[in-house]
């Protein structure tokens, strides 16, 4: 007979937020939490409420239990995960596809659909926190690719610029640029965005 996995429970740290959003099964996913060794930081009965209690108590993990999330409730999870990202567990009743892809949409790291089975929490949470770590880093590797492009895009218009006001072609401008980068100890696309606001004082649209 094969053995079972080993499930490591949670960090004894972890620190939970419970939401009961009106399936009114959270206390027996407190005690559960308890018995795991993690911390139960609040418990709330409106998601409305989640933005005010996550600033304030910074949960490491988001708990939802709801018979089916309601729209404000999903609002307000993609507020929270905009501005304040965190792993969030949504335990549901509703399987439909609307409801799930929603909850996706709205960064929900795991949703949970027909049965909260206590002995279940510990690896829902560990694929919680996995999953949302993975999707923090591909967040992370594209703002930093976008900001990537957006500096290559001020610097190309800054070359235009000194391509245009000075005469030089494109790997003098460049150089340029380089140079005064160097000069001044502060990054080339700095510079790039000091000589495109020299043009616009200078030449106001």
């Known amino acids: 007979?094969?053995?079972?996995?080993?499930?490591?429970?949670?960090?004894?740290?972890?620190?939970?937020?419970?939401?009961?959003?009106?399936?009114?099964?959270?206390?027996?996913?407190?005690q559960e939490l308890v018995r795991l060794g993690c911390e139960v930081v609040g418990v709330i009965d409106s998601a409305t409420l989640?933005?005010?209690?996550?600033?304030?108590?910074?949960?490491?993990?988001?708990?939802?239990?709801?018979?089916?999330?309601?729209?404000?409730?999903?609002?307000?999870?993609?507020?929270?995960?905009?501005?304040?990202?965190?792993?969030?567990?949504?335990?549901?009743?509703?399987?439909?596809g609307d409801p799930m892809r929603r909850a996706l949409?709205?960064?929900?790291?795991?949703?949970?659909?027909?049965?909260?089975?206590?002995?279940?929490?510990?690896?829902?949470?560990?694929?919680?926190?996995?999953?949302?770590?993975?999707d923090l880093a591909l967040r992370q590797e594209l703002n930093k690719a976008q900001a990537q492009l957006s500096a290559r895009k001020r610097i190309e218009?800054?070359?235009?610029i000194l391509m245009s006001e000075q005469g030089l072609d494109e790997e003098a401008a460049y150089q340029r640029l380089r140079r005064l980068a160097m000069d001044r100890g502060v990054p080339l696309v700095e510079v790039a965005e000091r000589v495109i606001e020299a043009q616009s004082l200078l030449r106001p649209s």
């Open 1 to 30: 007979m094969p053995s079972q996995p080993d499930i490591t429970p949670p960090a004894a740290a972890l620190r939970i937020l419970l939401i009961d959003d009106g399936a009114h099964r959270v206390e027996l996913i407190r």
């Open 157 to 160: 218009r800054a070359k235009g």
């Open 50 to 96: 989640i933005h005010d209690c996550v600033l304030r108590l910074k949960p490491d993990v988001v708990i939802v239990d709801s018979e089916s999330p309601t729209r404000d409730t999903m609002e307000n999870l993609a507020l929270l995960n905009h501005q304040m990202p965190r792993p969030v567990v949504v335990f549901s009743e509703d399987g439909g």
């Open 105 to 134: 949409k709205a960064g929900v790291s795991a949703y949970v659909v027909a049965g909260l089975q206590p002995a279940r929490l510990a690896p829902v949470l560990q694929v919680a926190i996995a999953r949302f770590e993975q």
